[in-house]
């Protein structure tokens, strides 16, 4: 297992489409997370699940976005009617036992809305 | 007015310097430190991870934590240009089953030659 990975790493997209993002956390992590993150900001925490239990949304999380975590393994985060102010990186990350409670990053989504 | 604050630099700094990097934060119930070094256009790789207040130190890198003042930095000893890159901040609450992280903005470094 060579980290948390996630798909596709860049998305163009017209505003009013939807997309969806992968995520692919370390293998024995139960938790994940959803960050975003805007140019010169730090991530923004989006979303958190424990194995396939949503626990926690942020208020940033509009109606147009949901996540899921179906089996408790990869997770899909999926943004629906894109507006130009969606356009940023969308960070997932992973913790568990073996990361000492510590959240690691993938490489992140770079999503632009036209 | 934001948890955690950070000067978001640029920073720059000749090669072989001490690098001072710090964070200040208003949320007291923060127990868990964290400090990533972000690439440009990569996701943040964990650096440092300290709990509640004192130093720890690995390799070039000592991270310093002091709650009674809400206020912790990272030290870069023998700067390198590989070095050069954003450095976050983030930190989390003991809540026993999440640890969501909040984040500063980050410090650009530059480490030139």
């Known amino acids: 297992d060579t980290g948390v990975s996630q798909d596709p790493r860049h998305k163009i997209t017209k505003r009013g489409q939807n997309v969806t993002f992968r995520c692919d956390p370390i293998?024995?992590?139960?938790?994940l997370y959803w960050y975003r993150q805007t140019l010169g900001q730090g991530p923004e925490f989006l979303t958190y699940?424990?194995?396939?239990?949503?626990?926690?949304k942020s208020r940033l999380l509009s109606d147009r976005f949901s996540a899921e975590r179906p089996k408790g393994s990869f997770s899909t985060l999926e943004i629906q009617r894109t507006e130009q102010g969606d356009s940023a990186m969308y960070l997932c990350?992973?913790?568990?036992?073996?990361?000492?409670?510590?959240?690691?990053f993938g490489p992140g989504t770079r999503l632009t809305v036209l | 007015q934001k948890e955690v604050e950070q000067d978001p630099g640029p920073l720059s700094v000749p090669e072989g310097a001490i690098v001072s990097l710090n964070c200040t934060y208003s949320?007291?119930?923060?127990?868990?430190f964290m400090w990533y070094r972000q690439y440009s256009r990569k996701g943040p790789e964990l650096l440092m991870y300290?709990?509640?207040?004192g130093n720890k130190e690995d390799g070039r890198f000592t991270a310093q934590v002091d709650k009674s003042s809400k206020y912790i930095s990272l030290f870069i000893r023998d700067s390198q240009p590989s070095d050069s890159a954003t450095y976050l901040c983030?930190?989390?609450?003991?809540?026993?089953?999440?640890?969501?992280?909040?984040f500063g903005t980050g410090t650009r470094l530059q480490v030139t030659l």
């Open positions: 990350a992973s913790s568990g036992l073996t990361s000492g409670g510590t959240s690691l």
């Open positions: 293998s024995e992590h139960n938790r």
């Open positions: 699940f424990q194995n396939e239990a949503q626990l926690e």
């Open positions: 949320n007291s119930a923060f127990q868990y």
């Open positions: 300290t709990y509640s207040s």
């Open positions: 983030a930190m989390s609450q003991p809540t026993g089953t999440a640890s969501k992280l909040t």
